[in-house]
């Protein structure tokens, strides 16, 4: 069971109960169910107390989020155990009041509705009570169609209806607009590039990539009147009390139209004031502001000068991430915060369950200390979301569990296979997520380590070094840094994972969730392919760099035909967006074209200095 209870007391004898029976006053009392709103239950909130027993199954709740709390453990119970159900006394309660998940849909992938409303019953299963889609671009405004044309834009009669399917969970459907960073599509747009802080690309990293302009001019007399616009038309489809503005990343602030008015207030006082105005807007429609914490926390002396109604977002993606110090600077200043970590999923095609892991718990310990309002597990889509939602799965269940009560999840590694099996993939055989988690954990064969990223994930969606692009910029230049029995040990991995999943034995939806697994685990066995193919080519041996350039070309092809007849079963809108890097790897096999020309001598050099 996940999340596991915070206490629970269980008798040896089972007890046998026939469950299609309901409350009431049935003829067998030993087959009732029966709930009472009751101060029985722990003086919390979401709390309950759940008793099988002699007299059949009694719940005892003092909200509804409670009752719906206690049905989610006893169908998990039911699912364990069938119909001879453990004498049990569990009595719980969450650590968080808010307990969400949030899906990038951004990036290239878009699912389509019937994945979200699966997506949704599942995470309510494990106690989820709040679902955000992240959305720079690809909501359907009605008068930009020409902004989220080609991206699977989902439209208002879809938020709608997941929106009433959302509340039929207990869920709450949080609206989320970026609204100042991150608007990349919207200001390539000709009618919005006056909007734009800067009108042109600029240097950054020192030179290594390209800042495209992203971010809105705060100071523009346009500017607020186009987030009216959104905010006019996107808002009335969502029924939550709150919003999500985003504000994050504002990378090009200063740089251009503001750059006096920032010279003379301070970037973080414009950055501040804008928000204040972005907030305004936001309680005028009734709603609550959210808003990533990243911006403000480089100004910690005007935290304290946020408005109180609004929530601050506190993200952090490493298993190192300061969440203590940071979460302790919102608490000071009375502002309402959530710990937001993430699912390590983005940029590795099959996962960083390993740093997951610790991220996720890192976030739960620092946000119970200092009061979190919520936990919001992040799942974003870098470099095209490649990556299917079949690896974020057990990331999921383990913040679920970690935001419902982290001190008690005592074992709970050892518990997530067999549950992710019975509940999510339905695999009896429980190799399908043994798969999953190996996978997740095979970057570490390449004994190689980056931020935010594998060279799984990046080798084979690195853009063309001609387009200076920040996201897997580095991809095409790991075959110079990680020695060939590193690399061959990463792809012999993925294929022994490839092998477990094989012989699994899903249900129908874990079938489709299995065929994802297996196209995520290709794509990363590619990388390895394309990192040995470019140290052949490096050292001069052409006859086999041909030979692995030829077989490469066959197997990008057919990995490209399986991505293209898969993805309109879980998603909107087409690839183009998502795995047009299959395209650039293919013609760089053609080409036999090495971005980043290494003499085999540097790469002895390299590989000494990674062992040190």
Not at 61 to 69: E, K, Q, V
Not at 476 to 492: G, H
Not at 559 to 580: D, H, I, V
């Amino acid at each position: 069971m996940l999340p596991i209870a915070r206490r629970l007391q269980a008798a040896t004898a089972p007890f046998g109960v026939g469950l299609e029976l309901v409350t009431g006053s049935p003829k067998h009392p030993r087959l009732a169910i029966r709930a009472w709103q009751s101060t029985l239950a722990p003086d919390q909130p979401e709390s309950y107390a759940l008793i099988i027993g002699a007299g059949g199954v009694a719940i005892h709740y003092r909200s509804t989020d409670g009752l719906r709390a206690a049905v989610a453990t006893l169908r998990q119970l039911v699912r364990e155990y069938g119909r001879r159900l453990p004498r049990v006394s569990i009595c719980d309660y969450p650590d968080f009041a808010r307990r969400g998940v949030m899906l990038d849909v951004s990036r290239g992938r878009v699912p389509n509705l019937g994945t979200l409303v699966s997506l949704t019953e599942q995470l309510a299963d494990f106690k989820i009570n709040e679902f955000q889609l992240y959305t720079e671009h690809t909501f359907a405004y009605r008068n930009y169609e020409p902004v989220w044309r080609g991206w699977g834009a989902l439209t208002g009669a879809e938020i709608l209806e997941l929106d009433a399917h959302c509340r039929s969970l207990g869920i709450d459907l949080v609206p989320n607009q970026n609204s100042f960073g991150h608007l990349r599509s919207w200001l390539e747009y000709p009618p919005l590039k006056p909007l734009a802080e800067v009108n042109s690309p600029y240097e950054a990293g020192g030179g290594a990539y390209l800042r495209y302009p992203t971010t809105l001019a705060p100071n523009h007399p346009r500017t607020l009147p186009f987030l009216r616009e959104l905010y006019d038309e996107l808002l009335p489809h969502f029924t939550s009390p709150h919003f999500n503005v985003g504000c994050d990343e504002t990378w090009d602030l200063g740089r251009g139209q503001s750059k006096r008015l920032c010279a003379a207030k301070g970037k973080g006082r414009v950055y501040l004031d804008f928000l204040k105005k972005i907030q305004r807007e936001v309680s005028a429609r009734g709603r609550r502001m959210m808003f990533w914490g990243d911006i403000i926390l480089h100004y910690p002396q005007l935290i304290a000068e946020l408005p109180r109604d609004s929530i601050a977002l506190n993200w952090g993606y490493e298993a190192n991430h300061p969440f203590e110090r940071e979460t302790e600077l919102f608490a000071k200043s009375k502002i309402p915060f959530y710990v937001c970590p993430g699912t390590s999923t983005w940029m590795s095609l099959i996962g960083r369950h390993d740093n997951a892991f610790a991220n996720l718990r890192r976030a739960a310990a620092a946000g119970r200390k200092q009061g979190a309002l919520g936990y919001l597990n992040t799942d974003w889509g870098d470099g095209g979301h490649p990556q299917p939602l079949a690896i974020s799965y057990l990331p999921y269940l383990v913040g679920a569990a970690l935001s419902w009560c982290a001190a008690g999840q005592r074992g709970l590694e050892d518990k997530l296979i067999p549950v992710l099996s019975r509940d999510v993939f339905h695999d009896p055989t429980q190799r399908m997520a043994r798969a999953a988690l190996g996978l997740g954990l095979a970057h570490r064969k390449f004994k190689y380590f980056a931020p935010n990223e594998t060279p799984y994930g990046t080798v084979i969606a690195a853009p063309p070094p001609r387009r200076r692009e920040l996201v897997c910029r580095d991809g095409l230049k790991y075959y110079a840094r990680i020695p060939e029995e590193r690399v061959r040990a990463a792809l012999d991995e993925v294929e022994t994972q490839r092998r477990v999943l094989e012989g699994s034995r899903p249900g129908t939806l874990g079938a489709l969730l299995a065929l994802e697994l297996d196209l995520a685990a290709r794509m990363a066995a590619q990388s390895c392919k394309l990192m040995l193919w470019q140290q052949e080519l490096a050292a001069g041996k052409s006859v086999r760099a041909r030979r692995m350039a030829k077989t490469g070309v066959r197997e990008l092809l057919q990995l490209e035909r399986g991505f293209e007849a898969y993805w309109p079963l879980r998603n909107k809108g087409t690839t183009a967006k998502c795995s047009g890097f299959l395209g650039w790897r293919i013609d760089d096999y053609r080409r036999a074209a090495l971005h980043y020309p290494t003499a085999i001598a540097r790469l002895a050099e390299a590989w000494t200095a990674a062992d040190e």
